[in-house]
């Protein structure tokens, strides 16, 4: 039985019960092709693993609501945050020490995606338009400097490892008491610096946090995702290079503005948004996630 559906033009989730109590869900991107082909196969038990049919992707999972569409927009959830953020670290922990051939995994999706539109912009209106105001707001050197980072993220070199591509919120699906969670896994397989997952999950908390304290009532409104942060570091471990880190993290946040441009169009915010990147990148990222302080000040 279908129990929820949403999306956009590029991207549709659907979600439906089993007889076993737990749901499929199946995201299907009408433009094209889900997944790069690995043949990784990820033992995992916080990862929901893949089945891809043409353009649609379908996993298992114990809950029909992702942890994203639960803390935002930000209100009381009916059980602790901590578990399923370190279901999440671990899942990225299991992904990056894979160990198998990596021969036919290329960067993460969403990097390609980024610096083609760092490059050259869009098609599409929204990319369009917001290519020509990043141009504008950041100048031509920053927006190089983005694609730099882009490419240290996912260099083809040694040291890159299977990398999950595109961690997220909207990716984790707890189950319905919230004691364990997984990630959905296998759309975005990829290889690259094991720094650029983890700082592509900090960066989605990092901006949650900034934009709860920013523009919503309340002097905690930030809380639950510093909570959150700190409990996916402590599974996830440190990586090798904070610079890369927090490079990762600012590119997250230039690919969801990207994201927004495609998916939902324009706002006022988008002008202040584009400073506050241009902000980030002249300090190299540095202060990209002091919304998550006290917690990741040690970053």
Known sequence: MLVDEYGTRHLRTRIFTTE????????????????????????????????????????????????????????PVIFPLAPAMSAVGHALSDINGHTGPLDTAGPPPALARLTRWLRAGGEEEGPARLHRLCTDRMGPTRLNTLAEWCRAAAPGATGDVLLHGEPSLGLTVPAPDGRHAVLLTGETLSRGRPEHDAGWLLGELAEMADVAARHLPGDSTAAPFTTMAAAFLTARGHTPDNTLLRRSATLRRMAHLLDFAGNVG???????????????????????????EPNTGRI
């Open 20 to 75: 076993d109590g737990r749901f499929l869900w199946h995201r299907t991107h009408p433009a094209g092709t889900t997944a790069t082909a690995t043949g990784a196969v990820v033992s995992s038990r916080n990862t929901a693993p893949a089945t891809i049919d043409g353009n649609t992707a379908t996993y298992t999972a114990p809950g029909a609501k992702s942890l994203a569409r639960m803390v935002w927009p930000p209100a």
């Open 266 to 292: 324009w706002s006022e915010g988008v002008t202040a948004y584009a400073d506050t990147l241009a902000a980030l990148v002249d300090d190299d990222g540095r202060t990209v996630l002091a919304p998550l």
